[in-house]
C-alpha cells in the first residue's frame, strides 16, 4: 500500500497511542514498525517535531515522498480496526481511512 508523508505520520501517531488488549500488541508493533520513519528518511523529508507537538516536514528535491508498505491483509485489516476506534476523526484523515478500507458513515 502506497502511503504519503502525512499519512505516515497520522497513522503512526493513531498507533502510538492505540490502547489494546495483550493480545493485539504484536500486531500493533508490527504495524508501527513498517509504517515508522528511517533515520534516513527523516533526514531526507526534514520531519521535525515542534515544541509545540507540531510536525513539520521539508523534503529535499528528488527524495521520493511516497513509500509502497507491504501490508499483508491481516495486518490491513488491524490498521482499519484501530482507525475506526479512533476517539478523533477528521476530515484530514479521510483518505487514510479510505485506503485502509474503513467506512466513513454519512448521515443525513
Known sequence: ME???????YLVD???GY?????RV???KKLLEMTNFTAEE?????????????IRWAVKPG??????VPYSEKQIAVAASVLSQ???????????LEKFGVEIPIEE
Not at 527524495?63 to 509502497?68: I, L
Not at 479512533?86 to 487514510?96: C, E
Open 26 to 28: 504484536g500486531a500493533v
Open 63 to 68: 527524495a521520493e515522498q511516497n513509500v509502497d
Open 14 to 16: 493513531i498507533l502510538t
Open 86 to 96: 479512533h476517539p478523533r476523526l477528521s476530515a484530514k484523515l479521510f483518505p487514510l
Open 42 to 54: 527523516l533526514d531526507n523529508f526534514g520531519i521535525v517535531q515542534l515544541p509545540n507537538g507540531e
Open 3 to 9: 502511503l504519503g508523508i502525512a499519512e505516515r505520520i
Open 19 to 23: 490502547e489494546c488488549p495483550l493480545i
